[in-house]
């Protein structure tokens, strides 16, 4: 059974740091491309970053990128998101995904249940 | 970035009916538009991609068409667990982008 679990979601001041973790099983890891999506309460999906496979190709959504880091440990089936000087618009749900093929990205077929990630002071 | 919208924002219906959603892009997404359903705290989950392929479990009520800029989900006969918002997905190109949704509620 594919699993995805998301961690690391809290509350921190703007211009703080947070570093998200997705834990993944059931599915051979090093093959497939893994995104973060997030969603703001009460807001649709916005993607946010694509690594892939390889660990060496990553995209970035133009709002997050410089801050945020994209990276995965294959030898812990973890992908991180290094999320540095965060501002209360990042406020949201994170979710990992997983993309559907190995080759590219053109769907995500499984998703994590998501963390919170809030910017307040 | 291509920009996906979707219409109508809101479609009141009843069970059994059938319920059609569109999504438009602003340039062409070759095949590469996927649709998902999302309920109230969860994760959203793959219906469609390629624009007609359903996704693995996905019951044949639901189903895609279109090419280049525009694009259809279908569900033909609504059940009550199909109340919920869709969202349409391009990946034509990057940025990956999400329409803005359409919420199917009971009429």
């Known amino acids: 059974e594919v699993q995805l679990l998301e961690s690391g979601g809290g509350l921190v001041q703007p211009g703080g740091s947070l570093r998200l973790s997705c834990e993944a099983s059931?599915?051979?890891?090093?093959?497939?491309?893994i995104n973060w999506v997030r969603q703001a309460p009460g807001k649709g999906l916005e993607w946010v970053s694509v690594?892939?496979?390889?660990?060496?190709?990553?995209y970035s959504a133009d709002s997050v990128k410089g801050r945020f880091t994209i990276s995965r440990d294959n030898s812990k089936n973890t992908v991180y998101l290094q999320m540095n000087s965060l501002r209360a618009e990042d406020t949201a749900v994170y979710y990992c995904?997983?993309?559907?093929?190995?080759?590219?990205?053109?769907?995500?077929?499984?998703w994590g249940q998501g963390t919170l990630v809030t910017v307040s002071s | 970035e291509i920009v996906l919208t979707q219409s109508p924002a809101t479609l009141s219906l009843s069970p059994g009916e059938r319920a059609t959603l569109s999504c438009r892009a602003s340039q062409s997404v070759a095949t590469s538009l996927a649709w998902y359903q999302q309920k109230p705290g969860q994760a959203p989950r793959l219906l469609i991609y390629d624009v007609s392929h359903r996704a693995t479990g996905i019951p044949d009520r639901f189903s895609g068409s279109g090419s280049g800029t525009d694009f259809t989900l279908t569900i033909s006969s609504l059940e009550p667990e199909d109340f919920a918002v869709y969202y349409c997905?391009?990946?034509?190109?990057?940025?990956?982008?999400f329409g803005p949704g359409t919420k199917v509620d009971i009429k």
């Open positions: 995904a997983k993309s559907l093929m190995t080759t590219v990205t053109r769907a995500l077929d499984y």
């Open positions: 059931g599915f051979t890891f090093s093959s497939y491309s």
């Open positions: 997905q391009q990946r034509g190109d990057w940025p990956l982008t």
């Open positions: 690594i892939g496979a390889d660990g060496v190709t990553t």
